[in-house]
């Protein structure tokens, strides 16, 4: 099994950062690549960010592109999202899940962090 840990969720003001941490544990060498997704009020959850354990080439949403930056710290077995500039439109709870090797599902997930922007 694999563990994920979110952190780093609050209220900011339009226009300000937040920087979000996953922390993984258990059987990461089962995973390839960790990923940020979000989930509005009454919408469904969407893909923002990800990233392999190997290899530096993220992918973003073109919602965030531009505005948030992924990145791991693989000693810590951690994985950032920076989020800059964010808008009101970018309040979700914001969920961090592992990518599994065997099936490339994204089989594990955290429990969340709020993230909620006003303007």
């Known amino acids: 099994q694999v563990q994920l840990v979110e952190s780093g969720g609050g209220l900011v003001q339009a226009g300000g950062s937040l920087r979000l941490s996953c922390a993984a544990s258990?059987?990461?060498?089962?995973?390839?690549?960790v990923g940020w997704f979000r989930q509005a009020p009454g919408k469904g959850r969407e893909f923002v960010a990800s990233?392999?354990?190997?290899?530096?080439?993220?992918n973003y949403s073109d919602s965030v592109k531009g505005r948030f930056t992924i990145s791991r710290d693989n000693p810590q077995n951690t994985v950032y999202l920076q989020t800059n500039s964010l808008k009101p439109e970018d309040t979700a709870v914001y969920y961090c899940?592992?990518?599994?090797?065997?099936?490339?599902?994204?089989?594990?997930w955290g429990q969340g962090t709020q993230v909620t922007v006003f303007s």
């Open positions: 899940a592992a990518q599994s090797l065997a099936s490339t599902r994204w089989d594990y």
């Open positions: 258990g059987r990461i060498y089962s995973t390839s690549a």
């Open positions: 990233i392999r354990w190997s290899g530096n080439i993220p």
